[in-house]
């Protein structure tokens, strides 16, 4: 029974649909020094339900500091930390990917840009690439660690 359990797994966290998910996030975001520290912040935003109903929802006006939410109403960012850990191999693997097949580059600052872009609309993630790359667009006024820090997240 671990065994089905483990597949569904394995099928469901797949880096080659979660893949496209990073170039449409670094092209909106553009390049950042240190910039790969980012990509940890994609998975368990664009994918945890409240976080991508704001992203998806999210309007010019819209920043980091109202994807936060007042104080007392912060769901978007309940167990974060946690959740970044959980996704965290899968972040990797999907961003190695990313990178063999061209779509991303690194140099030696650790900024990422994005080659190319591919839509995964047909596979019914618009939504999600949606929420990847308006994440992006809130993310690039600051540098990596002030994002950290207003997120509120302590370590990676």
């Known amino acids: 029974m671990s ?3 483990q597949s569904f ?3 469901y966290n797949n880096p080659f649909i979660f893949g496209p998910l990073f170039p449409s996030f670094y092209k909106s975001l553009g390049e950042k020094q240190k910039g790969i520290l980012l990509s940890y912040l994609v998975l368990p935003l664009v994918l945890y339900p409240a976080s ?3 992203l998806v929802n999210a309007k010019s006006t819209s920043s980091v500091m109202t994807m936060v939410g007042k104080p007392g109403k ?3 960012l ?3 930390e946690e959740r970044i850990a959980e996704y965290q191999e899968l972040t990797n ?3 190695q990917h990313e990178i063999d097949i061209g779509m991303l580059s690194i140099d030696k600052n650790l900024s990422v ?3 190319s872009f591919r839509s995964t609309k047909s596979l019914g993630f618009s939504d999600y690439q949606k929420a990847a790359s308006r994440l ?3 993310f690039a006024p600051f540098d990596a660690p002030t994002i950290y820090r207003i997120l509120g997240v302590k370590k990676l």
């Open 113 to 115: 840009s994005a080659n």
């Open 9 to 11: 797994a394995v099928i």
């Open 74 to 76: 912060r769901d978007r």
């Open 52 to 54: 991508l109903k704001f």
């Open 136 to 138: 992006g667009y809130l």
């Open 78 to 80: 309940y167990g974060l």
């Open 93 to 95: 693997i999907s961003i």
């Open 3 to 5: 065994n089905a359990i």
